[in-house]
C-alpha cells in the first residue's frame, strides 16, 4: 500500500478521532485542500495547506497532510521532516507516532542521498557552505524579530490590564451614580415634609416658634446636603461617560494582541524551520567533507 494513502487515512482517522474533527475538515481551506489533492494541482494544495496553518498553527492533522504532501509530491524532505516533527510535538502520545517516526527517517536518508549526489563538486559545497551562513543570519534576525514580538505582546498585556483596571473603577463610579440619584429623591422628600410642617406651625407659640427655628436650621442643612449630593451626581455622571470609550480602547488593545501573539506563532514556526534547515545542511556539510576524499580515486 503507498505511503500517501496511509497519510491520508491516519489523517482522516485523526480528525474522525478528535473533538474539534467537524471544524478541521469543514473548514473551506481544508476543503479546497482536499479538492486540489485530488485533482493532483499539488502546488496549489500545498499553497491551501499554509494557508489553514497561518490560522490554525497547531493542527496535527493538516502538519501530517503537509508533511505527506511534501515528500510525496513536492519532492521537498527539509519541509516533510519539519511538519512530521510538529505532528510528534503537538500529538506525542499518537497511534501513528511510530510510523510518523519512520517516515522521518526514510525522508532523512532520502535526503542524505540527494546531498550526497549533489554535493560531490567542491564548488557545490562552497555553496552548500554559503547557504547555511544565509540561513544562520535569517534565523538571528527572525529571533530579533521574535524577541521584540514578546516585548510588544508583554506591553499590550500591560496596557489591557491597566485599561481594565479603570473600567473596573469607572463602573463601581457608574453604580454611585443610582445611588446618589436614590439619596437626593429622599432628600428632596425630607425637604416637602419639612416644609409642609413649617407651614402648620403658628408664629404665635413660642414652642412652635422654637420648632420653626430648628426646622429652618434643618431644611437649611438639607439643603446643603442636597447642593454636595448633586455635585457628586455631575462628577459621576462625567466619569460613567467615559465607560463607551475606555471599552472601545480595550477591546481595540485585545484585537492587536492577538495579531501579535498570530505573528508571534508564526515567527516561531518559521524560527523552528530555519533551525531545522539550518542543522540539517551543517549535517551534510559535514557528511560530504568526509566524503569528498573519495572523488580522485573515482575520477582515476
Known sequence: MPKTFLVILFVMLFIIGCNDGPNETSH?????????????????????????????????????????????????????????????????????????????????????????IKFNDPEDIASLQNTIYEFEQTLKLAQNENRRQSALVNERREKIAELEHELKLKNIEATDVSILKEQLKERNEVIVRLEIER???????????????????????????????REKLVTSQKEAAKIPELSQQLEKLKQELAETQMKLTNIKLQNQSLLLESELKQEKNHAQTTISPENPSTNQ
Open 28 to 116: 473551506p481551506l481544508f476543503v479546497k485542500y482536499r479538492k486540489a489533492h485530488d485533482s493532483r494541482k499539488y502546488s496549489e494544495a500545498s499553497e491551501y495547506l499554509k494557508r489553514y496553518l497561518k490560522v490554525r498553527p497547531d493542527s496535527a492533522p493538516a502538519h501530517l497532510a503537509m508533511a505527506a504532501l511534501c515528500e510525496e509530491n513536492l519532492d521537498d524532505q527539509l519541509s516533510a521532516i519539519f511538519h512530521y516533527r510538529r505532528f510528534l510535538e503537538i500529538e506525542p502520545h499518537s497511534a501513528q507516532r511510530h510510523d510518523v517516526r519512520k517516515w522521518i527517517e526514510a525522508a532523512e536518508k532520502r535526503y542524505y542521498y540527494k546531498a550526497k
Open 199 to 229: 407651614k402648620s406651625l403658628s408664629l404665635s407659640d413660642k414652642e412652635k416658634e422654637n420648632r420653626l427655628s430648628e426646622l429652618r436650621e434643618s431644611i437649611k442643612n438639607q439643603n446643603a446636603v442636597v447642593a454636595e449630593l
